[in-house]
C-alpha cells in the first residue's frame, strides 16, 4: 500500500489547527529541567516516558522535545546523569502514540548524515510522518572529548552543518543515487531508500542565536528555537516579528518556539510551595557550577533552579499573541483516576492558553 502524500505545512502545523502548540521538553533525561534533590524528581526511565508521552497524546498536548545528553552533571544531583538517546527514544514513543510529533535532538559533528539520515527516516515512517529534527551544531566540550572530536571554531561548526544538511537532504530527495564532493563529506555512488513518509521530509528545528547561527536556521529549518524575553511580552513579540521578516528574506517560512516553565499544582499557592520546597533542596552541580550550557541560546541566561515541572516549549505564530483553536481533548485514563485530576488538568490548560 503506498504511504498518503502529506505537506510541509500539514508537518508544520502537526496536523491540527492549534495556534500555540504546547510540548514537554526534556522528559528523557533524569531529573528533566530539575536541579533538585527531592526523591520524587523526574525518573527519565521508559516506563515514566512511556507513560508521559501517551498521556500527553490523550490529553492533546503536540510535540515532545528530548535533550540529547550524553553525560551528566555529576555533583549532589548528577543532573540529568541517566538519558534515553533521543532517535531511539523517538521511534518507541511514535510507535505506542498516535497524534502527538516527537523530535529527536542530534549533534551533527557526532553522527554520520547518511547513517542520520536512514535513522531519521525509520522513526518518520514509524510514527507516519510525526517525526521532527532538532539539529544541534555545538554542545559541551567534556562531552565531544568522550567521543574523541574537536569542536571546529564556531563560524566553521556552521560550515560543516551545512555541507551535513545538504548530504542528508540529497539523501531525502527522489534521487536514485547521488555522488557529493564537499570540503568535509566526499561521498560517492549514495542510495539512500526508503524516502521520508508522506512524499515531504521532517520538520527541522534550530536554536542559533548569533548571526551565523541564527542565518544558518533561517535558511535550513522550519522551527527556530528562541528565548523569550523574561521582562516584556512585547519585546517577545517584536523578536518572532523580526525572527519571521528575517526568513521572508530568504524566501522562506518558518515558526518561533521558545520555552516557559510550569510548576503544576491546583492553586497558586500549592505552586509557590512546591517551587520553594525543590529549591530548598536544589543541591549543587559539578564545582557548584551553572548549567555549562546546551546550545548558544542558554549562554548568559539564568539557569532554572528548584523547579520540579517539565519545561513547556510554545510556539507563537506571525507575531501575534497565540491563542489555542480546535476541540479540547479529555483527560487521559491515569489523570481522571488521580483525585482532583480533571480540574488540576483543565486548570493547567487555562493558563498555557491566556
Not at 551528566?72 to 527514544?89: F, H, K, S
Not at 574523541?148 to 536514485?176: C, I, L, N, P, T
Not at 503544576?264 to 525543590?278: F, G, L, S, V
Request: aromatic share 10%; glycine share 10%; with cysteine.
Amino acid at each position: 500500500m503506498l504511504a498518503p502524500q502529506i505537506s510541509m505545512r500539514e508537518r508544520m502545523s502537526m496536523y491540527n489547527g492549534n495556534a500555540l502548540k504546547i510540548g514537554l521538553f526534556g522528559a528523557n533525561c533524569s531529573s528533566g529541567r530539575a536541579v533538585t534533590r527531592v526523591p520524587e524528581r523526574w525518573s527519565g526511565n521508559w516506563l515514566d516516558n512511556l507513560r508521559l508521552a501517551r498521556m500527553a497524546d490523550d490529553a492533546g498536548l503536540d510535540f515532545l522535545l528530548p535533550i540529547a545528553r550524553w553525560k551528566g552533571y555529576g555533583g549532589d544531583t548528577d543532573y540529568q546523569g541517566a538519558t534515553l538517546e533521543t532517535v531511539n527514544w523517538a521511534s518507541g514513543l511514535l510507535a505506542s502514540t498516535r497524534r502527538i510529533t516527537v523530535f529527536g535532538t542530534v549533534h551533527a559533528p557526532l553522527f554520520n548524515p547518511i547513517i542520520a539520515a536512514k535513522e531519521f527516516v525509520t522513526a518518520d515512517h514509524i510514527g507516519e510522518g510525526r517525526f521532527g529534527l532538532n539539529l544541534v551544531v555545538g554542545w559541551n566540550e567534556d562531552e565531544f572529548d568522550m567521543f574523541g572530536v574537536q569542536q571546529r571554531e564556531h563560524d566553521e561548526r556552521y560550515d560543516y552543518a551545512q555541507e551535513w544538511v545538504e548530504v542528508m537532504k540529497m539523501a531525502w530527495s527522489d534521487r536514485e543515487q547521488f555522488d557529493f564532493a564537499g570540503k568535509y563529506f566526499n561521498l560517492k555512488g549514495v542510495r539512500a531508500k526508503p524516502k521520508p513518509f508522506g512524499g515531504t521530509r521532517p520538520v527541522m528545528m534550530n536554536a542559533g542565536a548569533s548571526d551565523v547561527g541564527r542565518a544558518f536556521a533561517l535558511r535550513n529549518c522550519e522551527a527556530f528555537f528562541t528565548n523569550a524575553s523574561r521582562h516584556s511580552r512585547t519585546e517577545t513579540e517584536n523578536k518572532v516579528r523580526a525572527v519571521k521578516a528575517e526568513a521572508e528574506k530568504f524566501g522562506r517560512e518558518i515558526d518561533v518556539y521558545t520555552v516557559g516553565v510550569v510548576t503544576c499544582r491546583p492553586t497558586r499557592k500549592d505552586a509557590e510551595e512546591r517551587y520553594r520546597y525543590c529549591g530548598r533542596r536544589a543541591g549543587r552541580l559539578v564545582g557548584g557550577r551553572p548549567d555549562p550550557g546546551e546550545e548558544e541560546h542558554h549562554q548568559g541566561q539564568p539557569f532554572p533552579r528548584g523547579l520540579h515541572a517539565q519545561a513547556h516549549p510554545i510556539r507563537q505564530r506571525h507575531g501575534r499573541p497565540a491563542r489555542r483553536r480546535g476541540p479540547r481533548r479529555g483527560c487521559p485514563t491515569t489523570c481522571r483516576a488521580e483525585p482532583g485530576g480533571p480540574a488540576r488538568h483543565r486548570h493547567l490548560l487555562r493558563q498555557l492558553r491566556g
